[in-house]
């Protein structure tokens, strides 16, 4: 969670770049293993078509772009439009448009309680909406995997509307002659009239700069580097956070809600106080980063979820706060009073 103010995959690794299995069909997901066939499965029944009313179209001409020398998108994470709690000022540092940004460092990375008392470390990705934006990844008609060297393609990047870490994957089914990478945008996606299936997946894919690093994951299968993806015929790049899969019923229409799930934390200054609450800082141990924050889940537990749901307690109680019942039994200072993307990646006993 982010209250503190804090490629190497080419087009093979866009082959694992947000897939799992739809349906019946395999869709290898972002944090994928340079395309190798160790896939995560499941059966999906919930999934939804969201194709057009005509049968697929097949595009008349495909020039393929290659992502290698395609322009790259601009990416912000700290503007005013794309940031909440983590905005870009004269003071603060934080990285300008297109730096990589190292989140390995504060204020990108906390040191907090689990539910019983373990150590865990998450990563801060400042707020989320709760309505997941989709992102398409394209297969050909009777397989199981995305096509070769296509990279997943979304339509909006952080500061536009909409914007969320995320994603809804849908799943596109083209021609048999669809040269990879020749539909590069959603526009033209949704004028080909390929069929689209909404799955019932989403993962947690933050958009950053190129050459931005995030080196913990909670296993070892998680992919620490960037995966390309396309908007608006410009490459981007993204994490893959795939600690726990997180499964939905699409709905009619639209996108659906991101699950989320319990956090309590506590501030040095108390919001209710002038210049409290997050700018304030987390309240830590004494000569020690380790904060007083619990989580109500962990990535093996059923209700796990990424997507935090911000309670403050009193830091007069910080020092008898060790695990979920004492935070709970704080004074509740305020209630659900941000939507916070913070992937737990690390779980250990205290």
Not at 61 to 86: H, K, N, W, Y
Not at 283 to 293: I, K, L, P
Request: hydrophobic share 40%; charged share 20%.
């Amino acid at each position: 969670m982010k209250m503190e103010t804090k490629t190497k995959r080419a087009s093979l690794l866009a082959l694992a770049a947000l897939a799992i299995l739809v349906l019946v069909a395999v869709v290898i997901v972002g944090c994928g293993d340079d395309g190798d066939d160790t896939a995560t499965t499941m059966v999906d029944e919930t999934t939804t078509t969201v194709a057009a009313e005509t049968t697929t179209t097949v595009m008349d001409e495909m020039t393929a772009v290659d992502p290698a020398t395609a322009p790259r998108a601009s990416i912000d994470r700290f503007s005013m439009e794309a940031g909440t709690l983590q905005v870009r000022d004269e003071s603060n540092g934080l990285p300008g448009a297109n730096e990589p940004i190292d989140f390995d460092q504060g204020p990108f990375i906390t040191q907090g309680l689990g539910p019983n008392g373990e150590i865990v470390k998450y990563y801060n990705f400042d707020v989320q909406p709760t309505t997941a934006a989709p992102i398409y990844a394209l297969f050909k008609e009777g397989e199981d995997v995305p096509i070769e060297g296509q990279l997943n393609i979304v339509g909006v990047i952080p500061g536009d509307p909409g914007y969320n870490d995320f994603w809804h994957v849908n799943k596109v089914t083209v021609s048999d002659d669809y040269v990879a990478n020749s539909i590069t945008n959603v526009g033209e996606l949704m004028d080909s009239g390929y069929p689209i299936e909404a799955t019932g997946i989403i993962v947690n894919c933050p958009v950053v700069p190129d050459g931005s690093t995030a080196e913990l994951r909670l296993t070892d299968e998680e992919d620490l580097g960037l995966t390309m993806g396309w908007y608006e015929d410009q490459v981007i790049y993204y994490f893959n956070f795939s600690e726990k899969m997180l499964s939905v019923t699409p709905p009619a229409e639209g996108q659906p809600e991101v699950p989320t799930a319990d956090i309590l934390v506590t501030f040095n200054v108390n919001p209710d106080q002038p210049n409290g609450g997050p700018v304030s800082g987390f309240m830590t141990e004494m000569g020690s980063g380790q904060t007083h924050n619990v989580v109500a889940t962990l990535p093996s537990d059923p209700g796990y979820s990424p997507l935090w749901d911000v309670d403050v307690y009193d830091n007069a109680e910080f020092s008898s706060v060790s695990d979920l019942a004492s935070a709970q039994a704080a004074p509740a200072l305020a209630m659900g009073v941000a939507l916070v993307n913070c992937p737990i990646v690390s779980v250990e006993m205290r």
